[in-house]
């Protein structure tokens, strides 16, 4: 769970529920991250034993199909149901049963198909090299595909019937009511339709329109050169992307530094075409927003989940604001790491090391403890959904690294892991539990058609979860060293979910705000803007931390932002959590029950008036000033140990 490149975080296959009728573009732009990260990812290491491929440590996919075979039986029939719903085209309009009826039909099946997809994915990422797994995920890939072309037509004509005449058939048939909230949402849009045949030519153009990540992830990952050096004893590596990500966390600092220079130095040699391929991803998506009329490219990215842009730009504000606690966090890393002077190749070691393991047991146990704050009712379903055979959870050869949940509506959440007993394993374990927990709840209380929520809202359970299991870890530890253990890595999470990711919120604004203002983007430019952010956020000026030009080339690599206005939602997501674990923990049922009711509601409202009903307003202040807040309490923690 590498939170902070966020090119080998907990992945999750983020389509489906409302499969039908969503756009191609935004099904491919949820495949498309999940590709990138798993090429970027060195195989795991086997430590497979024997007990680790007991029955018990290795999912049961029965109850999502009994067999291959009768997952391919669902396969073609759901292919086979397709023609039925080109058949209602033409027919939404005609009145409130024929619409409830055509609507039912489709619910049916997109669940048929995400069944498909779910018990496909899940399979082939327990072994990526297994041939049988990986046609049946390109067919299920396939399949949802096709049903995205044979719906295609539902939402032109939904916004054709017009909003008086939908409002009247809800009105009129009991049976609407939760295909509501996804009609008002396809008339919402309307303003920001385009004719059918600009459509059709937008979406007949998407490939080429998408080209550039395929070009930077081409060249980022195979055509570049990586250069060889050679380590302290005499051993050489070639310094790739995945030799960076392990090699930056050495204890020796002339490694980090030889690291850092090779990686960033090569890196820097492509920053002419690198600049034109951010900058075509960077232009496609300012000329798509004002094709559909958005104000700006930000605005349009957030009007698909009814985010006000005021969220975003009060993020970046607050981060802001909080840089002196992040340069407080930098100052005592120094101390702890007994350096001279501070330089950016020094942000990735441990200040600490612990020597303990943390079993699966031992995990479920713990997180079952530290979620206690969260009640009685959340604690029965956690304990209950853990001791069943819905984790896939040791690494083994072939398998995809990292850790997800996904599932399908109606069955308990699946869980994907590679738990190697140690405290980040036991800390993933507590986050894809508050995933699997967040949609248990919503599928619990709401319909099919209502229970998946978006990205805005879907790191917000995790992260919650996280918090509790270190305040609970610190309130129990048994040395000092332990506790600083917890309250380190709680801080270098706070830094690479938090400040890291709204400094890449911060880069894509100001890319795209200098597009909109007519400037032309090249590499160097982009490398200028880049460089600012780095020297801003770690305190250059201040004499916090230096920042050697040479590793602004950083901005080339970061692969998520050719998928802007998305990583943002990190940064909100753990400020949510932060507020929502402080609240909690102060006590009081009123804001563990506001807590809940929001995983409950699924995707039944908007993220924004959802939050704010829990007493949460994101276009505030509030969230974000809780995380610096407690950002400042574990430094103070810190120190006062330290101090001892
Ligand atoms: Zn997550």
């Known amino acids: 769970m590498d939170r902070d490149s966020m090119t080998q975080h907990h992945h999750r296959p983020h389509f489906a529920r409302r499969l039908l009728g969503a756009s191609a573009i935004a099904l491919a732009a949820a495949l498309a991250p999940l590709a990138s990260a798993a090429a970027q990812q060195a195989a795991p290491a086997s430590t497979e ?34 023609p039925s719903l080109d058949a209602l085209k033409g027919t939404l309009g005609k009145d409130a049963a024929t619409l409830r009826a055509a609507m039912d039909r489709m619910s049916k099946v997109g669940h048929d198909v995400e069944r498909v997809l779910v018990y496909a994915y899940l399979q082939y990422s327990t072994d990526t090299r297994n041939n049988a797994y990986q046609e049946r995920w390109s067919l299920a890939q396939a399949l949802s595909a096709q049903a995205q072309a044979a719906t295609a037509w539902v939402s032109p004509e939904v916004q054709g019937v017009g909003a008086e005449k939908i409002a009247s058939f809800i009105k009129a048939d009991a049976g609407l009511s939760k295909h509501a909230f996804r009609l008002n949402d396809i008339l919402r849009l309307k303003a920001h339709t385009l004719t059918p045949e600009t459509e059709a030519a937008l979406a007949a153009l998407g490939p080429v329109l998408g080209s550039a990540s395929n070009t930077y992830s081409a060249l980022a990952n195979a055509d570049i050169d990586w250069p060889e050096i050679t380590l302290p004893d005499g051993t050489k590596r070639k310094v790739n992307q995945s030799a960076y990500q392990s090699l930056r966390q050495n204890d020796d600092r002339a490694v980090r530094k030889l690291v850092f220079d090779t990686f960033w130095t090569k890196f820097g040699q492509y920053a002419t075409t690198m600049g034109n391929t951010l900058g075509a991803a960077v232009q496609t998506g300012t000329i798509d927003a004002k094709l559909r009329g958005y104000p700006t490219a930000v605005a349009a990215s957030l009007a698909n989940n009814d985010i006000p842009e005021s969220v975003y730009r009060t993020l970046v504000a607050e981060a802001n604001k909080g840089l002196p606690t992040l340069h407080r966090y930098f100052k005592l890393r120094q101390k702890m790491l007994k350096l001279p002077d501070l330089y950016y190749y020094d942000i990735y070691p441990s200040l600490i090391s612990l020597d303990k393991k943390f079993t699966l047991d031992e995990s479920r146990t713990t997180t079952l403890a530290a979620v206690k704050p969260l009640g009685k009712e959340y604690g029965d379903m956690l304990a209950a959904l853990t001791a069943k055979r819905t984790m896939h959870v040791y690494p083994s050869e072939g398998k995809d690294s990292g850790a997800y949940h996904w599932g399908s509506y109606g069955l308990d959440p699946y869980i994907f892991l590679n738990h190697q007993d140690d405290y980040n394993s036991m800390s993933t374990y507590a986050h894809e539990w508050g995933h699997g927990m967040h949609s248990a709840l919503a599928s619990k209380n709401q319909p099919y058609e209502l229970a998946n929520y978006s990205l805005f809202m879907a790191e917000i359970a995790s992260t919650t979860n996280e918090m509790l299991l270190t305040d609970y870890l610190v309130s129990k530890a048994k040395t000092k060293e332990e506790k600083l253990f917890y309250l380190g890595q709680s801080l270098e999470g706070l830094r690479g979910t938090f400040f890291r990711q709204t400094m890449f919120a911060e880069f894509e604004l100001a890319t795209h705000d200098a597009v909109e203002r007519g400037e032309a983007l090249s590499g160097s430019k982009m490398k200028d803007i880049y460089c600012g952010l780095l020297k801003k956020y770690h305190g250059d000026a201040e004499g916090v931390m230096k920042i050697d030009e040479k590793y602004c080339a950083e901005w080339a690599f970061i692969p998520h932002f050719y998928r802007p206005f998305y990583v943002f939602q990190y940064a909100t997501s753990i400020s949510a959590g932060t507020y929502f674990a402080e609240q909690i923990s102060k006590g009081g049922a009123k804001a563990r029950d506001n807590y809940l009711n929001v995983l409950k509601a699924g995707g039944s409202e908007y993220p924004y008036p959802l939050l704010k009903k829990a007493g949460l307003d994101m276009a505030t202040a509030a969230p974000y000033q809780a995380l610096v807040r407690r950002m400042d309490a574990t430094i103070d923690q810190m120190e006062k140990l330290l101090a001892e």
């Open 49 to 82: 034993a024997p007990a680790k491929t007991d029955p018990r440590y290795v999912w049961d996919l029965t109850p999502i199909f009994k067999d291959d075979a009768s997952w391919d039986a669902a396969r073609k029939q759901a292919l086979a149901d397709l």
